[in-house]
């Protein structure tokens, strides 16, 4: 089976990008009369709709670490790693009825906006600047290394920069346009994505039970897969005991059972989809209801996330252990992905490389926006041009859109930051994490709790941060080597290790607690200008109805599986 792109393969990308690139000019000429209104360019106009506000929240989301790296932990680790989409569904529920009627309220367009309305100017600035240089440096990056060499795998494994450049500049292309060009080109994107992911897991499926003789069903392909590999359909990974194996330690480490459900894993979540401009940008231009009913719409489609980014990789895992998948080189978990590739007839293996470059292309997109949206906003126009006109900040937002693109093409086109030393998703996880409690926490009391001072904020930030790297780096000296919290037995490198999930956890707490303290024994604060009350939280029936759909599909789906 070859696994380079035919003809055909080419043939179907390209229809992909003339469609996309298309639609996203006819989208730009229709607001060209608004070419040069800043409100536009940022946030659309404030008139998206419910259903490009969700699609576009989807296809920001989903990216080449989640159909690599989520594909290769479900060959790893199994169904558990769907906890962080169907948790993900849970955590827009919540944004929906809780995070956005204050956003609105207080007519909220930048995170720094908030902080500075909240807080004050101080706290705006130094989170302002940290937050691009965390989107450029780790998030942008991330996104187009991880997905450079993805596509460059399936193409031959020679055109590294090539592609490189060509998702930066297709992304650039549909950025320049704006927010209701990323928005609207988005739902396209996600309309490929969830196409072509479909595809491959039905193919792997069929695979499957071709392999082990069963049909070319794909219910029976997965029924096989629940037979094969029993454990890997478990949400909870037990703790392991003193006769557990290094892989039976290394899965708890990852994903540490019911443990990751008391914080970390929620943390991860409201953190991303309630106090991240990437993605509560789409939502703050439009109007309570129309952006409720589209992050909801976002959470529905969550829910159909495991069966295209994970489900292959667990195919790939009885593939390869049943010794039906040999490229599947030292079974390295990243591989995965690309391996079931290699099943897809011609033509349909074009449709999956379209799919993986529109979920690139569509982070790539939403990111520089956001990056764009930032500086312009909260760092150009209140330190550097306070008089920037409604024309200049549009160029400026396209001058940041350029510079941010070009920065994360230098430091990827020989891998600067190492990125591949680790993997795209494991990079991520590591520098977000480490400041996702002490931003949640300072976001979470600011919203909740007025008498949170400004200090108390800062504090959060840094304090959160430096509890994150003392409990990975110092658990022993601080609990002991035998706890609840993590795993008694070495890591394989004879060093104890405390899971991730639970060392987020950890920090989040105690830097609430620290913040709450601060905020008492500061002066009592009343931000005037931060408005909030009880009716704001109000849902209406219909909206009602969605999220107990929603609620009960995940509870279904954790009795099946639990």
């Known amino acids: ?145 991880l997905g450079a060499v993805a596509i460059n795998k399936l193409a031959g494994g020679e055109y590294l920069h090539v592609i490189m450049l060509g998702l930066a500049i297709f992304a650039l292309f549909i950025s320049l346009g704006g927010m209701k060009v990323v928005a609207y080109t988005d739902v396209i994107q996600v309309a490929v994505l969830i196409i072509g992911g479909l595809v491959t897991s039905y193919i792997a499926l069929t695979t499957v039970a071709e392999a082990f003789g069963v049909g070319q069903n794909a219910i029976a392909g997965f029924k096989v897969l629940m037979q094969q590999a029993p454990e890997h359909f478990k949400m909870i990974i037990p703790k392991p005991t003193a006769t557990s194996s290094q892989l039976e330690i290394d899965k708890y480490l990852t994903f540490p059972g019911l443990l990751s459900y008391a914080a970390g894993i929620w943390i991860i979540n409201l953190n991303y989809w309630g106090c991240n401009q990437y993605i509560t940008q789409r939502a703050l231009g439009a109007d309570l209801q129309t952006a409720r009913t589209g992050i909801l719409f976002a959470g529905m489609l969550k829910l159909l996330m495991p069966l295209i980014v994970m489900l292959p990789g667990i195919a790939a895992y009885v593939l390869y252990t049943s010794g039906h998948l040999p490229q599947l080189e030292g079974g390295v978990k990243d591989e995965a992905y690309s391996a079931i590739l290699t099943f897809l007839p011609t033509g349909l293996k074009g449709l999956s490389v379209a799919a993986l470059t529109a979920a690139i292309v569509a982070s790539l997109a939403g990111k520089v926006n956001s990056i764009s949206t930032i500086y312009t906003l909260d760092v150009h126009k209140k330190y550097i041009q306070k008089n920037a006109g409604e024309r200049q900040q549009v160029n400026i937002g396209r001058l940041a859109v350029f510079v941010a ?89 004879g060093a104890f290790e405390i899971p991730f999930h639970i060392c987020m956890g950890l920090s989040f707490l105690f830097t609430m607690i620290a913040m709450i303290l601060i905020s008492f024994a500061g002066p009592k604060v009343n931000p005037k200008a931060f408005e909030i009350d009880s009716e704001m939280f109000k849902v209406k029936p219909q909206t009602t109805v969605l999220i107990v759909i929603t609620l009960l599909i995940i509870a279904a789906l954790y009795v099946k599986f639990w």
């Open 405 to 493: 693109m070009l920065l994360a093409v230098l430091f990827t086109w020989n891998d600067v930051l190492g990125i591949g030393g680790v993997g795209g998703f494991t990079y991520i996880q590591k520098y977000t994490g480490f400041i996702s409690p002490g931003v949640f926490a300072m976001f979470f009391l600011g919203m909740f709790w007025k008498r949170t001072t400004g200090t108390a904020a800062i504090v959060g930030v840094i304090l959160g941060f430096l509890l994150s790297v003392l409990f990975n780096e110092y658990a022993p000296a601080l609990f002991g080597n035998d706890t609840l919290l993590y795993t008694a037995y070495p890591n394989g490198k």
């Open 1 to 145: 089976m070859n696994q380079n792109l035919a003809f055909a393969d080419y043939a179907v990308f390209i229809i992909y990008f003339i469609v996309v690139s298309v639609y996203g000019y006819t989208v730009y000429r229709k607001r060209k009369q608004d070419e040069h209104d800043a409100k536009a360019y940022f946030l659309a106009e404030g008139n998206l709709t419910w259903w490009a506000i969700g699609a576009s929240l989807i296809a920001s989301n989903i990216s080449a670490e989640q159909f690599i790296g989520m594909s290769g932990e479900g060959f790893f680790l199994g169904i558990a790693v769907a906890a962080y989409e169907w948790l993900a569904a849970v955590a827009l529920i919540i944004v929906a009825v809780w995070f956005i009627p204050v956003y609105l309220k207080n007519k909220i367009y930048t995170m720094p906006q908030f902080l500075k309305t909240r807080y004050n100017e101080s706290t705006a600035l130094i989170m302002a600047v940290f937050w691009l240089f965390l989107y450029v440096f780790v998030n942008l990056t991330s996104i187009l290394y």
